[in-house]
């Protein structure tokens, strides 16, 4: 199992740039693959971006995203992170970091999840 862990959240003005971290514990966490989704209040949570065990793959949600967002992982701390640019009022939500042994599987229905951090953005 993996136990995983999000800091970095806050509120900030829409412009503004946050990097949210995913702390990872138990096994290797080089086992696995990384997702990061994000869920606003009375909406459903969705898919952000996504990372391989390695680091060499990554995914986004396009039509989320749009060349603002960066994940990337440091396999020496155990740590996956979401930079995030250029925020906008509409990436207001709680965003979690999830895992599982697939990129494929940690970007759609990842069986391990974190408690979420909040993301405020202020117009």
């Known amino acids: 199992q993996v136990q995983l862990v999000e800091s970095g959240g806050g509120l900030v003005q829409a412009g503004d740039s946050l990097r949210l971290s995913c702390a990872a514990s138990?096994?290797?966490?080089?086992?696995?693959?990384t997702g990061w989704f994000r869920q606003a209040p009375g909406k459903a949570r969705l898919f952000v971006a996504g990372i391989s065990g390695s680091g060499s793959i990554k995914r986004y949600a396009d039509a989320v995203v749009r060349g603002r967002f960066t994940i990337s992982r440091d396999t020496t701390n155990n740590t996956v992170y979401l930079q995030m640019n250029r925020l906008e009022p509409a990436d207001t939500a709680v965003y979690y970091c999830a895992a599982d042994g697939t990129l494929s599987k940690a970007t759609t229905s990842p069986d391990y999840w974190g408690q979420g951090t909040q993301v405020t953005v202020s117009s």
């Open positions: 138990g096994r290797s966490f080089r086992d696995y693959a």
